[in-house]
């Protein structure tokens, strides 16, 4: 286990150790101390290791995350996992908003409840979160999958193309083009292995599927003003 204190050692030293990690590297377990809120800990990893923030971290933590898995044990600021490719990030507590935007791969685990914005524009990443999620989630997500075991804010998934919605509890409104979907034998596989994954036990018969009605794909000379 790598130990590093960032009371006393900077924040861009960190990032850069962290950054020269490869394939190669013996040092495998990284433990971070005092993170106290700092800004893009452990950002651009590309590295099979293992992060573990002692606590609560600012902006963009773990953000362009390749191979590498990040623990959160507090809760994040905005932007955390942002634009994620790979790997696997787990947050403790709760999230701030635009968690996993434009993520296009892995795992993003939240543990407390995430704020609004949520997935927006995902592009193929996996979100759990145990809690609840605000307003605007999931707003023109793409591709992957969002999984909510708690209830969802305004606008769900507004203007969304592929990406699977999965929510257990309730959905204040639904956004454009969202619409309720038909759950099917693929769609319960799917949640059952990504609760699973994020060690929820939640029941993938308690979830609901939303998607895109397809509406909103090609031009109408009607919409025009």
């Not at 942002?82 to 993003?108: C, F, P, R, W």
């Not at 969802?152 to 409104?173: H, I, P």
Request: hydrophobic fraction near 35%; include cysteine; aromatic fraction near 6%.
């Amino acid at each position: 286990m790598q130990n590093y204190d960032l009371a006393t050692g900077s924040l861009r030293e960190l990032n850069e150790t962290l950054h020269a990690q490869n394939h190669n590297t013996n040092q495998t377990a990284w433990e971070i101390e005092n993170p106290k809120g700092a800004h893009a800990i452990a950002c651009g990893l590309d590295a099979p290791i293992e992060v573990t923030v002692k606590g609560s971290t600012g902006y963009y933590s773990a953000g362009m995350n390749q191979q590498a898995t990040v623990n959160i044990t507090g809760s994040a600021g905005p932007g955390v996992a942002e634009n994620m490719m790979s790997g696997k990030v787990v947050i403790d507590g709760d999230a701030s908003q635009y968690a996993g935007a434009t993520g296009h791969g892995g795992l993003l685990v939240i543990k407390g409840n995430a704020s609004s914005r949520c997935g927006i524009s995902m592009k193929g990443i996996n979100i759990v979160v145990h809690g609840s999620i605000g307003h605007m989630s999931a707003f023109m997500a793409q591709s992957g999958n969002l999984v909510v075991c708690g209830d969802a804010g305004d606008a769900l998934g507004d203007s969304c193309y592929e990406a699977r919605l999965f929510v257990r509890g309730s959905v204040k409104s639904l956004g454009a083009d969202c619409e309720q979907k038909e759950m099917r034998a693929e769609h319960l596989e799917i949640l059952k292995a990504l609760l699973a994954e994020s060690e929820s036990d939640a029941k993938p018969e308690e979830f609901k599927r939303y998607g895109s009605a397809r509406n909103l794909y090609n031009f109408n000379i009607d919409n025009a003003y």
